[in-house]
């Protein structure tokens, strides 16, 4: 078939993102000369055609198509520099002919979409079986009838490594052709019935420009197309097919993309295994393994690696070694894999995944033109990221800021309003070497699906601000609980929302005011006062956040102690860890500067009276309890011997082992109490006691808790421990009357002036300054 003459129009079937159908598709149109490029896609996006030509338009790049009724509901057609389809479209655009998409329109495609679930919304079909429900994979066939098992290494060698002109310019699309006619004979559409209604409108395109062109027409389509597309069918056959089929309004836009999202580990349908590979293949004029070898030598290079040119030179044959071997025409990414990983990586796959994540996938990241089309939210976006000098960027980066800066407060404002959008360009991550409310870090990635999230947020608004604004208030009114509100609160603070947290007070006030459970309280109330810090270096206005804050405290201070009693074990260790959370609220509330006849002496005082009442009520669970002495001892307001008389009662002979293993686990459980048993050896010894009086029975039962609780210490705590219980009391008072390091009765002068001339020097004091305390 390859020497035969065809008339009609050029059908040049091809693999999306194939580099070496991109190469054949530019030297038949170069031979061909065509008056009209036809190309597999939607036919809305003729109009960005010209877009195409743009200097500043660099793929990979992609084709959205949303409904616009729906934003969610959208279809991606991507485009990297190696896909025949952009090669096509820049051969038209150079030459001055039209080029047109010929595809079913964007309008059906997404109506069909909305019978499904909208993350099957399709991309561009290809001939190995991509479009979601096909059931064949051509490629697969054709791989397995000519003896492999890879259907990615056949296509290798079959057309990458094929020499472009070898047999004439049509010669590759009409051998694909051939085996693509004799797969669809014995298996029909594969599958996929939709396909036939698809073709159907292609072919209804093809004739429409035969009559305007005549056989001067090139079509560019997926090679599992061609045979329908050569199919001789009538007219009315055709357009009954397409006869009643459903339609939304839908709009098209040029998005950037990227290597990452053209994988098919990224989830794309007609992806490629190695998009970074075949974007070097394509790219590279000559001598393609030599130079990918530098590529990753200079890769392992700067990860410090050791790799030499003599590295290189021997990756290179061993790479065309494997290929002879292997009856390869030339080394394909097979070969070059396993020469890296045995000369460069010395065996390792860590490096070698390395290798593959950064070049073999790659990260690079296209760009569009600002005249792009795009919703107006889109444009404030662009706007508002090159002023604050935010580049999108397809690997992920962490940008440390600081919000006392201008400029850092207000990138931090967009990323904050992005969130609240559900755009998450960047994720909130801990600060390295600082724990105050000023510092942020962020982790910024731009995915290509986030400019379809920006489409859909444009229902809010046509500004960032304002469309935060509206989803933040909207967001407020919907809530259900008053966790949901308090959190809503604390993202718009950072956020900078002066229109929204009005509403979204007036909100938390009227929820605050009717919710009478005190868990959900309890959990509403940390994250206001991490609002209000936030407030304080920002310069927020947070006075009716403090009000609602305090009004919140005092409630709870009231309904704890009733909400504690008559809990069973599970519902006991979620009331501590509130409690835990109250008490940690209360101490920053009891910081701030609070509105009206509150003060912060007696907001402490109120939360230590109701800390009080929970730690001497016998109907409350004893891990509550416990941990009401704890946090009591921790602020100064019980003494050591009061605190071992509400121990010794605690773990008395009438108590049952469950219970007071609870309230051990209360006291001691958690930070710091391994330190508090190692120096307070009282306590240590009522806990000793009651453990070895603790009947065999009951034993087993108490275990599981106690091991809990002490398997939380750090090993040298429990080794310390372990060294005091077997001292055991006397030994333990020997010990201490012997001066034993870190028991001695008292200080030690010695040692403790040895740490003097350090303390000066990290206090910035001389040597004769006087040190005191509070210096």
């Not at 190309?39 to 616009?68: K, Q, S």
């Not at 098919?264 to 590979?277: F, K, M, N, T």
């Not at 089309?373 to 800021?401: C, F, G, I, N, S």
């Not at 402490?604 to 009080?612: E, H, K, N």
Request: charged fraction near 25%.
């Amino acid at each position: 078939m390859s020497g035969r003459a065809r008339t009609g129009p050029a059908l040049l079937g091809v693999r999306h993102h194939g580099p070496g159908s991109a190469r054949a598709v530019r030297a038949a149109l170069d031979a061909r000369q065509p008056e009209a490029v036809l190309i597999e896609g939607p036919p809305e996006a003729d109009a960005l055609v010209p877009l195409a030509a743009d200097p500043d338009m660099r793929p990979p790049v992609a084709l959205l198509a949303h409904a616009v009724d729906e934003p969610g509901r959208s279809a991606f057609w991507p485009m990297a520099e190696f896909s025949p389809e952009w090669t096509a479209l820049r051969w038209a655009l150079a030459h001055g002919v039209p080029a047109r998409f010929i595809d079913l329109p964007a309008a059906h495609t997404l109506a069909w979409g909305r019978e499904e679930d909208p993350a099957s919304a399709p991309g561009r079909p290809g001939p190995e079986g991509d479009t979601p429900g096909l059931r064949l994979d051509p490629l697969a066939v054709l791989a397995e009838i000519a003896g492999y098992d890879d259907p990615e290494r056949w296509w290798e060698d079959v057309v990458e490594h094929r020499a472009t002109g070898e047999g004439g310019p049509l010669a590759p699309f009409d051998a694909v052709e051939e085996a693509m006619g004799a797969v669809r004979e014995t298996y029909g559409s594969g599958g996929e019935d939709r396909d036939l209604v698809r073709e159907a409108h292609m072919r209804l395109q093809v004739r429409a420009a035969q009559r305007e062109f005549g056989d001067a027409v090139a079509v560019v389509c997926g090679a599992w197309h061609v045979p329908a597309l050569r199919l001789r069918t009538t007219v009315a056959a055709d357009r009954a097919l397409l006869k009643g089929l459903p339609r939304v309004k839908a709009e098209l836009t040029w998005v950037p993309w990227t290597y990452r999202r053209l994988a098919r580990a990224g989830g794309y349908g007609a992806g490629i295994e190695s998009p970074g590979w075949y974007g070097h293949l394509f790219g590279v004029p000559d001598r393609p393994v030599e130079r990918w070898m530098t590529k990753v030598a200079g890769l392992l290079r700067a990860e410090d690696r050791t790799v030499s040119p003599a590295h290189v030179i021997e990756a290179v044959r061993l790479a065309e070694a494997l290929a002879a071997l292997r009856g390869r025409p030339l080394p394909g990414l097979g070969e070059t894999t396993d020469a890296v990983r045995a000369v460069m990586c010395e065996g390792s796959d860590v490096p070698l995944a390395l290798v593959h994540d950064r070049l073999v996938v790659g990260d690079v990241l296209g760009e569009v033109p600002a005249s792009a089309p795009a919703v107006p939210l889109q444009r404030d976006l662009d706007r508002l990221r090159r002023r604050l000098r935010l580049k999108p960027e397809a690997d992920r980066r962490e940008l440390e800021l600081d919000v006392r800066k201008e400029t850092d407060a207000e990138r931090s404002r967009l990323l904050h309003r992005l969130r609240l959008l559900g755009v998450p360009w960047g994720e909130p991550t801990a600060s390295r070497g600082s724990t105050g409310t000023f510092r942020e870090t962020w982790r910024l990635r731009w995915e290509p699906e986030l400019s379809l999230r920006v489409a859909e947020a444009g229902v809010w608004g046509t500004t960032v601000l304002s469309a935060a604004n509206a989803k933040a208030e909207a967001d407020a009114v919907t809530a259900r609980t008053l966790a949901e509100v308090t959190a809503l609160a604390e993202r718009c603070l950072p956020a900078g929302l002066p229109d929204a947290l009005p509403a979204v007070m007036r909100v938390l006030a009227d929820r605050a005011a009717l919710d009478t459970d005190v868990g959900h309280l309890a959990q509403a109330l940390p994250a206001l006062v991490r609002s209000l810090r936030y407030g304080d270096v920002r310069g927020t206005d947070t006075g009716a956040l403090a009000e609602v804050a305090v009004g919140l405290a005092q409630r709870i201070f009231v309904g704890l102690p009733p909400a504690c009693t008559a809990l069973d074990t599970d519902a006991a260790d979620e009331m501590r860890r509130q409690v835990d959370a109250v008490h940690g609220a209360v101490a920053l509330l009891a910081d701030e500067e609070l509105p009206g006849p509150a003060n912060r002496a007696g907001l402490r005082a109120r939360w230590q009276s109701v800390l009080g009442v929970l730690s001497g009520r016998d109907s409350v669970p004893g891990v509550i309890r416990g941990r009401a002495v704890r946090l009591l001892l921790d602020g100064g307001s019980l003494a050591g011997e009061e605190v071992a008389r509400l121990m010794g009662l605690a773990l008395s002979p009438g108590t049952p082992p469950a219970e007071a293993a609870a309230w051990i686990e209360g006291f001691v459980g958690g930070a710091g109490g391994g330190l508090l048993l190692v120096h307070d050896e009282a306590l240590l010894d009522l806990v000793d006691g009651w453990l070895t009086g603790v009947p065999a029975e009951a034993f087993t039962d108490v275990l599981p808790l106690l091991r809990r609780t002490f398997s939380a210490y750090d090993p040298s705590e429990r080794r310390t421990l372990g060294e005091l219980v077997r001292r055991g009391p006397g030994g333990r008072a020997a010990a201490a009357g012997t001066g034993t390091p870190g028991f001695a009765a008292g200080a030690d002068p010695a040692r403790a002036d040895a740490v003097l001339p350090v303390v000066r020097l990290l206090l910035g004091l001389d040597d004769n300054e006087p040190l005191e305390v509070g210096t």
